[in-house]
């Protein structure tokens, strides 16, 4: 295997599980030392285990990205611990999900927040640093629900959107600069969560996707790595759908 990401650092927010941790072992095992912050405290311990047997450097730390000191310390010690910054990946997010009339202003404000107004202030934290490098590459994980809707996640599809709205402008104000930003755009992927849905509605859900299947963590890392390496450096305000035809 080429490990076209040797000597490179990536941030990754949210990373100590899920997508997030999919994202760190991927761009791990290209060779890329791996800094990620989440708020579990002891998934950030089994992440750094495992992420320690690809070889690469590994540093950990619990921080609230909604906060903009958390954000600040964060982007401080990785440099510290690794180094320049060269990727950014913006996965940290959460889901309170309600009917709009349903749905308390404090679930709002939650969701935008870490979803939204995190990735721009971890954004900002970077972006400053990879300015001094003049490189670097930010990948945005949006949503489905962020370019169609979705009843029920009024809060969540409204953060998606303005996390691609946030990609579009950052790749315009920093292009100057030889930084590239980018989204992704997951429909349904295999997770703890999906799998304890009951039989018929993921078969339900299953019957709207073209290629009839949902899609694996490892899918949306692909794409992630794509968009941060050297096969894409042509590209920059884009919105990459990984969603098995779902939405077109």
């Not at 009951?198 to 949306?220: G, H, M, N, S, Y």
């Amino acid at each position: 295997m080429m490990k076209n990401l040797e000597n490179k650092n990536t941030i990754i927010t949210g990373g100590a599980q899920g997508i997030g941790l999919a994202f760190a072992e991927m761009f791990a095992e290209y060779g890329s030392n791996i800094s990620i912050c989440d708020i579990n405290k002891d998934a950030l311990k089994s992440a750094k285990k495992t992420l320690e047997k690809y070889g690469v450097k590994v540093f950990v730390k619990k921080a609230d990205i909604s906060n903009s000191e958390d954000c600040n310390a964060f982007v401080k010690e990785t440099i510290e611990n690794l180094g320049k910054i060269d990727v950014l990946i913006n996965n940290a997010g959460v889901t309170r999900d309600n009917l709009t009339v349903r749905m308390s202003e404090a679930d709002w404000d939650l969701v935008i927040n870490i979803n939204l107004k995190g990735a721009f202030l971890i954004s900002k934290v970077v972006l400053t640093h990879m300015m001094k490098n003049r490189s670097g590459s930010v990948v945005n994980v949006a949503s489905i629900a962020g370019q169609a809707g979705n009843a029920g996640q009024a809060n969540y599809s409204a953060s998606k959107s303005g996390l691609i709205g946030l990609t579009k402008s950052l790749a315009r104000e920093f292009a100057g600069r030889n930084i590239r930003v980018n989204a992704i755009a997951p429909g349904f992927v295999r997770t703890a969560m999906t799998e304890k849905l009951p039989q018929d509605v993921q078969d339900k859900i299953l019957a709207t996707i073209p290629l009839k299947r949902f899609a694996e963590p490892q899918d949306i890392a692909k794409a992630a790595l794509f968009l941060a390496g050297e096969q894409s450096t042509y590209i920059t305000g884009q919105v990459l759908g990984i969603n098995g035809g779902l939405y077109i």
